[in-house]
């Protein structure tokens, strides 16, 4: 008797698979039927068919792995930082996370010139991500409405990397900024130090794990996930896990039919750490000398170059005997 066992010989990453033209413009038949008939591939009616399904795959997609995986991007020229559960940046979930300092700190839109990979977290369990991934934004958004004020302060070192390299504008520059030492910075100055999320960012990250370090070594206990007391609350609870079964089983469906049209095996764990540990890839390992200490359950690693403006795979691992290491980053 024949096996029902798939045999591909091919495994895509699901999250890499997700962010593709293919899932983003699937190939539909010109003879099915859209609207009540079937339509010519360029009418607007087919086109706009051919983004829903765009849409439905991308979902289905991001479920498979949903919560296992942060990405983390930054913008080259305002240094802000933001934070993704998908490969591929999303314009809403974005400018979400964009606060208004001002004229021209928000941007319009995605431009993939301006925002490049910065490092992406890798857990075991989905509800471990998830947690950490609600404290780095909930932290970055506390740090830009309420910050420090030493962070907003202007120091000697601040007006020494604004000072004029010309040495005869040197001295009506002193003049001018030397008196506002201590004070406060001017509203667009301001802007641009809120703005500069990048060391935060990382030291953000290493925080939020050692806080989670419990569930991360042993699990997210049930008695975490939410107590529901009244009838009521039961009662909803019960609804809302049944919907999310449906769509599971549904999502589930349509990674099997894909899987089967593309003849491949779409990989659930490609970024998986190993049982109590968390991986961290970097663009550039430099920047985990950020944060003063990193816990010892964190494996470190290097992301491969792309050239399509997003979140790499992983290239290889970083020793200790390289720039990261599990104890403290001294300065000799």
């Not at 003849?263 to 968390?278: A, L």
Request: glycine share 4%.
């Amino acid at each position: 008797m024949a096996s029902n066992v798939k045999s591909f010989q091919k495994v895509l990453d699901s999250t890499a698979l997700a962010a593709t033209k293919f899932i983003r413009r699937p190939p539909i038949d010109p003879a099915t039927p859209i609207q009540g008939k079937p339509r010519v591939p360029g009418s607007n009616a087919f086109r706009e068919h051919q983004d829903k399904e765009g849409r439905r795959l991308q979902r289905a997609l991001n479920s498979v792995t949903h919560g296992k995986n942060i990405f983390v991007y930054n913008n080259i020229r305002t240094k802000q930082v933001v934070y993704s559960l998908t490969r591929y940046l999303e314009k809403t979930n974005l400018i979400k996370q964009c606060v208004y300092h001002g004229k021209k700190t928000v941007p319009a839109t995605v431009r993939k010139d301006m925002w490049v990979p910065y490092f992406s977290v890798h857990f075991n369990e989905a509800q471990v991500g998830l947690n950490v991934y609600n404290h780095l934004r909930q932290f970055a958004l506390l740090r830009q409405l309420s910050p420090p004020k030493e962070m907003i302060t202007v120091t000697k070192e601040y007006l020494d990397s604004k000072r004029p390299a010309d040495l005869r504008d040197q001295k009506q520059w002193d003049k001018l900024n030397m008196p506002r030492l201590g004070q406060i910075m001017m509203k667009k100055e301001r802007a641009y130090a809120l703005m500069n999320q990048k060391a935060t960012a990382v030291a953000d990250v290493a925080f939020v794990l050692q806080k989670h370090k419990e569930h991360i070594l042993e699990g997210v206990p049930e008695s975490a996930k939410g107590g529901y007391k009244t009838v009521k609350a039961r009662k909803r609870r019960r609804e809302a896990l049944l919907q999310e079964a449906e769509r599971a089983k549904e999502h589930e469906n349509q990674v099997a039919s894909l899987e089967e049209q593309l003849q491949v095996e779409i990989s659930t764990d490609h970024n998986t750490p190993e049982e109590g540990s968390v991986k961290i890839l970097w663009q550039d390992a430099y920047d985990a000398q950020c944060a003063k200490t990193w816990p010892d359950y964190v494996e470190h690693g290097q992301l491969r170059w792309t050239r399509n403006h997003m979140v790499g795979q992983e290239y290889l691992p970083v020793t200790k005997d390289e720039i990261i290491a599990d104890g403290s980053f001294e300065q000799a």
